[in-house]
Nanobody, 115 residues
Framework: QVQLVESGGGLVQPGGSLRLSCAPSGTVLSIGTMGWYRQVPGKQRELVATVTRGLTPRYADSVKGRFIISRDNAKNTVYLQMSSLKPEDTAVYYC?????????WGQGTRVTVSS
């Protein structure tokens, strides 16, 4: 059984930085686009950023210029470097990936931006 395992969330002050990581456990035969989404209570989960296997990134307008998504194909790991964090970035961040032809979500990691 494949699972996506996230790490790196936490509490950070406005203007600070955090780095999230996500990698699958289990047997991975194929892995496609990997991405990050976020959700706050009462709102729909929204796209933050995705990166293709060919390393082409895509960002939500709200994070362009502040977040960088990257991946290590040898490790099947995706990263999200978040800088200049704002209180409105506070959310649970979820990793998503197509693995072995199926769509998987991570369990979520909480990011809180507060002074």
């Amino acid at each position: 059984q494949v699972q996506l395992v996230e790490s790196g969330g936490g509490l950070v002050q406005p203007g600070g930085s955090l780095r999230l990581s996500c990698a699958p456990s289990g047997t991975v035969l194929s892995i496609g686009t990997m991405g990050w989404y976020r959700q706050v209570p009462g709102k729909q989960r929204e796209l933050v950023a995705t990166v293709t296997r060919g390393l082409t990134p895509r960002y939500a307008d709200s994070v362009k210029g502040r977040f960088i998504i990257s991946r290590d194909n040898a490790k099947n790991t995706v990263y999200l470097q978040m800088s200049s964090l704002k209180p409105e970035d506070t959310a649970v961040y979820y990793c998503q990936s197509n693995i072995n032809g199926e769509l998987y979500w991570g369990q979520g990691t909480r990011v809180t931006v507060s002074s």
